[in-house]
């Protein structure tokens, strides 16, 4: 039992570990590209068409959406996967209360997550070069505007944190289910325990009837 609880502390610490560490590489990469995004001074002119140079900030961008997804997708299967696995066990029901808050969190995470890949797509698509004539949208040129790459990356630790919230809720709502599930088994060992005891049967002698 004891190896069995500390193989599953080791799997939420693993995944934990691994979100961490995907998130920490997405926030760094999403703040880098908000420095080395393209501004209002890169843009050429020529007449009326515009043109602004490829910066790293795309790649940056790119890799932010790469690592955060993964991440992303490493920690809401994993609980998900707890989530069926303790609704699915014999004698392990879980609440309706107790399915609230892994519920929300998940949706919440996913709702972040969303957010940040957008911002991130458009501010490192504007980034991927725009030449004379074919600029971002209808032959304009636009600019990625101040903290739009920062706002990634703060949508970035949320989804970080709401991802750590939901494995350690999920871990609770399934510890808590086997603990009622033991708790009730107990109390039915102990009510037929005192059945027998005031009817006077024991194990060998069916009906408490003693030999004479």
């Known amino acids: 039992m004891m190896e069995k609880g500390g193989r ?5 610490a693993a995944v ?16 880098a590209a908000e420095f080395r995004r393209v501004k209002d001074g890169d843009m ?37 996967t707890t989530m ?9 029901p879980v609440a309706t209360g107790g399915r609230v808050a892994p519920v929300a969190l998940l949706a919440l995470s996913w709702v972040c997550f969303a957010l940040a890949v957008i911002l991130l797509a458009t501010a490192a698509s504007m980034n991927s070069g725009q030449r004379y004539g074919r600029g971002w949208m209808d032959g304009d040129c636009y600019v990625a505007r101040n903290g739009v790459f920062g706002g990634a990356a703060a949508l970035v630790v949320v989804t970080a944190l709401l991802i750590l919230g939901l494995t ?8 808590g289910s086997s603990t009622t599930a033991c708790a009730r088994r107990d109390a039915a060992c102990t009510t037929t325990i005192r059945v027998d005891a005031a009817t006077g049967a024991s194990p060998g002698q069916p009906g408490g009837r003693s030999k004479q």
Request: with cysteine; net charge positive; glycine share 8%.
């Open 8 to 12: 599953g502390l080791s799997c939420r």
């Open 16 to 31: 934990c570990g691994i979100v961490v560490l995907l998130c920490a590489t997405a926030f760094s990469c999403s703040l």
């Open 44 to 80: 050429k002119l020529d007449g009326s068409l515009c043109s602004l140079p490829r910066s790293s900030a795309f790649e940056l961008g790119v890799a932010a959406i790469a690592f955060l997804s993964v991440a992303q997708l490493v920690g809401t299967t994993a609980a998900a």
């Open 84 to 92: 069926c696995a303790s609704s699915s066990k014999p004698g392990k």
């Open 168 to 175: 350690f809720v999920t871990k609770t709502a399934a510890a």
